[in-house]
């Protein structure tokens, strides 16, 4: 891998996913070896809520090399949390909301179908957002589609953010629930952003296409018998195997 290839994040990138990353008491469970740190934006000042989040490129992912240049708690003094609800859709009950349309009308909806027919087989809640920061509801996801509330119980959620930051960094930004990270590990995680996530995949395969893929793996290891992945699954599963 050249150094071209190994982008730090911009304060923008670091700004989308905490904007996003604020509005869940989960912690991030994408965590390459010296990348994690603790976040202390939340909505409110006062608030003493510690959360941990992955920002890292390809190259952490498969280095497990720390690339954030910046000092973090410079860096995020100086960022406010985002509450849009007005960026929200009208309609309730949605799995996948775009933002930014990174994926075809279609392609959004046979994605909602499969995530509910997960949520009802299974009880995993998986939740896409796909958004260019600064256009991020924020805060206001967590009310639509109630999850990552401080005290409670059903912590068996998983939120993509899917945000191209310009063109650097990885594209694919987890939250994951306490309830989920005994099913998929960290490393799981690490090896979904840098099998799917980096630059290089998207420019060869297409955004949509790396969404797809990562939600299919996701759904694929919740689904097996074990419900438990290390390794992400091949792409090109049958759709009886996803539970369609």
Request: aromatic share 8%.
């Amino acid at each position: 891998m050249t150094m071209k290839h190994q982008s730090t994040f911009s304060l923008a990138a670091a700004a989308a996913l905490l904007a996003t990353a604020n509005a869940f008491n989960g912690p991030f469970s994408t965590r390459p070896i010296q990348s994690t740190f603790p976040l202390h934006m939340a909505a409110n000042p006062n608030d003493n809520v510690e959360r941990r989040s992955v920002l890292t490129s390809a190259a952490a992912a498969f280095l497990g090399a720390a690339v954030v240049t910046q000092s973090p708690e410079a860096s995020y003094a100086r960022l406010e949390a985002v509450n849009r609800p007005d960026l929200l859709p009208s309609e309730p009950g949605l799995n996948v909301i775009q933002i930014q349309k990174f994926l075809t009308t279609g392609q959004a909806n046979r994605m909602d179908k499969l995530l509910a027919s997960l949520e009802k087989d299974t009880g995993f809640r998986v939740r896409v957002l796909c958004q260019a920061y600064p256009q991020t509801p924020g805060l206001a996801v967590r009310d639509y589609w109630d999850l990552g509330k401080e005290g409670q119980k059903d912590d068996k959620y998983i939120v993509l953010v899917v945000d191209q930051f310009g063109g650097k960094g990885n594209v694919l930004n987890f939250n994951v629930g306490e309830g989920v990270k005994f099913a998929l590990p960290n490393v799981f995680w690490t090896r979904l952003q840098a099998k799917y996530g980096t630059t290089f995949f998207v420019k060869e395969n297409g955004l949509d296409v790396a969404i797809v893929n990562a939600i299919e793996a996701v759904v694929t290891c919740l689904r097996s018998e074990d419900q438990f992945c290390v390794n992400v699954p091949d792409e090109g599963l049958s759709l009886r195997s996803l539970g369609m």
